[in-house]
Nanobody, 124 residues
Framework: QVQLVESGGGPVQAGGSLRLSCAASGGTSARSWMTWFRQTPGKEREGVAGISSDGITSYGDSVKGRFTISQDRARNTMYLRMNSLEPDDTAMYYC??????????????????WGQGTQVTVSS
């Protein structure tokens, strides 16, 4: 069973930066995508950034140019560097792993493994 644990969230001022980490255990070689989602109360879960097993990356329109996703295969960890943070970035950020295929990479129901989430709060 795959286990995912996020870390790195916390309070930050607008314009600041954070780096989130997602540590995976239990075997991830069979997962085609690892993706960051975020969710705020009353809103649907939103795809933020994803990376495929062969290194293809994809970003949501609202974060493109500000966030960067990467992975360290040797350490079974993926990262999300978030720069120029805005209050609208405030959310619970979740790490997900699965085999959605490219077209469903930002579709939450296509993922079967999820972390507990890490809270990011951006103040103005």
């Amino acid at each position: 069973q795959v286990q995912l644990v996020e870390s790195g969230g916390g309070p930050v001022q607008a314009g600041g930066s954070l780096r989130l980490s997602c540590a995976a255990s239990g075997g991830t070689s069979a997962r085609s995508w690892m993706t960051w989602f975020r969710q705020t109360p009353g809103k649907e879960r939103e795809g933020v950034a994803g990376i495929s097993s062969d290194g293809i990356t994809s970003y949501g329109d609202s974060v493109k140019g500000r966030f960067t996703i990467s992975q360290d295969r040797a350490r079974n960890t993926m990262y999300l560097r978030m720069n120029s943070l805005e209050p609208d970035d405030t959310a619970m950020y979740y790490c997900a792993a699965g085999n959605p295929g490219y077209l469903l990479r930002f579709y939450p129901r296509a993922y079967n493994y999820w972390g507990q989430g890490t809270q990011v709060t951006v103040s103005s």
